[in-house]
């Protein structure tokens, strides 16, 4: 079995441990992994996002290697539609936001895309959780496009708000 049909595997079965450390000890196999984040089933696309966030976590080199591919995919030059590579981004942030930090006011400055806003306030959620403060200075710039916007959105908002909110004291 080749590295690209055995990450796929991996992932069909949910060893999403299994495909880290493999990916920790091969890093070839992250790109099968980029592959997948355009997989046809949603299950596999959150899979291969949440792996990506693991491997970056064990070998933050290459964790910045996997961000730079992902940020260059939502470059409108890159000519590739880079919306299913922010949910990678947020798992990277999840595990590994030391690494992720760098990037998320470039990620805020997309706010204004009405096809990314969704999914980009999900990945700042995915940082928030393990990092709210390295989120927290990028939520206003949502503010501006929350108003007409769809109530997932909306929602999404609300979520991310009230995530970077907790532990912030009266005196902040």
Not at 137 to 148: E, L, S
């Amino acid at each position: 079995m080749g590295l690209k049909e055995e990450v796929r595997e991996l992932l069909r079965q949910g060893r999403e441990e299994a495909l880290a450390d493999l990916a920790a000890s091969r890093p070839a196999a992250v790109q099968p992994l980029l592959g997948r984040l355009w997989d046809s089933e949603p299950l596999i696309r959150r899979r291969a996002a949440t792996v990506l966030g693991k491997t970056a976590a064990t070998n933050p080199d290459l964790g910045v290697e996997i961000i730079r591919r992902l940020m260059w995919w939502l470059n409108d030059e890159s000519a590739t539609n880079g919306v299913y590579g922010i949910p990678a981004l947020g798992e990277i942030g999840r595990f590994a936001p030391k690494i992720v930090s760098p990037y998320l006011p470039a990620l805020a400055a997309m706010a204004w895309d009405d096809g990314l806003r969704l999914d980009l306030l999900q990945a700042l959620e995915a940082v928030a959780e393990s990092s709210p403060e390295t989120v927290r200075p990028h939520v206003g710039v949502f503010a501006a496009h929350i108003n007409d916007a769809p109530p997932e959105e909306v929602a999404a908002y609300r979520r991310l708000v009230e995530s970077v909110a907790e532990g912030v004291s009266d005196e902040e």
